[in-house]
């Protein structure tokens, strides 16, 4: 299974928010920090927020920020909205299938209990758990991050 690269940029997205909690970040300095285009981060922000995990604010002093508390955002939910829209298999697909086995194959029942058993690995973990007490991560995306994230890197650097 290869995740897409729309959740691969939301889980930059939120990883960056999560790291940058009390202000508003732009999709400018997301874009930057996490190697992403800005026109894919315009995309996936507004999916996001659509889906209620980030705010987005417009106008000048605007940008985005999480739609609720990191330890409220789990990390299978956020896969399962973009991920299970795209066909694992092509047996998958209603319009594009063309495979002439999907009635007899058993392969689609193997393809979707693997896909579940992914997903539910995904579900224990929260988008806290990923950047709390991460100083690695901090260091990297964030000037300030999550109080945890501060005292990591400050300990880190002692």
């Given at each position: 299974?290869?995740?897409?690269?729309?959740?691969?940029?939301?889980?930059?997205?939120?990883?960056?928010?999560?790291?940058?909690?009390?202000?508003?970040?732009?999709?400018?300095?997301?874009?930057?920090?996490?190697?992403?285009?800005?026109?894919?981060?315009?995309?996936?922000?507004?999916?996001?927020?659509?889906?209620?995990?980030?705010?987005?604010?417009?106008g000048?002093?605007?940008?985005?920020?999480?739609?609720?508390?990191?330890?409220?955002?789990?990390?299978?939910?956020?896969?399962?909205?973009?991920?299970?829209?795209?066909?694992?298999?092509?047996?998958?697909?209603?319009?594009?299938?063309?495979?002439?086995?999907?009635?007899?194959?058993?392969l689609?029942?193997?393809?979707?209990?693997?896909?579940?058993?992914?997903?539910?690995?995904?579900?224990?973990?929260?988008?806290?758990?990923?950047?709390?007490?991460?100083?690695a991560?901090?260091?990297?995306?964030?000037?300030?991050?999550?109080?945890?994230g501060?005292?990591?890197?400050?300990?880190?650097?002692?």
């Amino acid at each position: 299974m290869r995740v897409t690269k729309r959740t691969n940029i939301a889980m930059r997205v939120l990883m960056y928010c999560a790291a940058n909690p009390g202000r508003l970040v732009t999709k400018h300095e997301i874009a930057e920090r996490c190697n992403a285009s800005e026109n894919h981060l315009a995309q996936v922000i507004n999916q996001l927020a659509q889906m209620g995990f980030l705010h987005t604010q417009r106008g000048r002093n605007g940008g985005l920020e999480l739609g609720r508390p990191a330890a409220d955002i789990v990390i299978g939910d956020i896969f399962r909205a973009l991920e299970q829209p795209v066909p694992l298999a092509e047996c998958f697909a209603d319009v594009d299938n063309t495979c002439p086995l999907t009635e007899a194959c058993r392969l689609r029942s193997a393809l979707t209990e693997a896909a579940n058993a992914f997903y539910a690995t995904l579900d224990p973990i929260t988008l806290d758990s990923l950047v709390c007490n991460n100083a690695a991560l901090i260091n990297i995306i964030s000037a300030e991050g999550c109080s945890a994230g501060r005292r990591d890197a400050s300990l880190a650097n002692a």
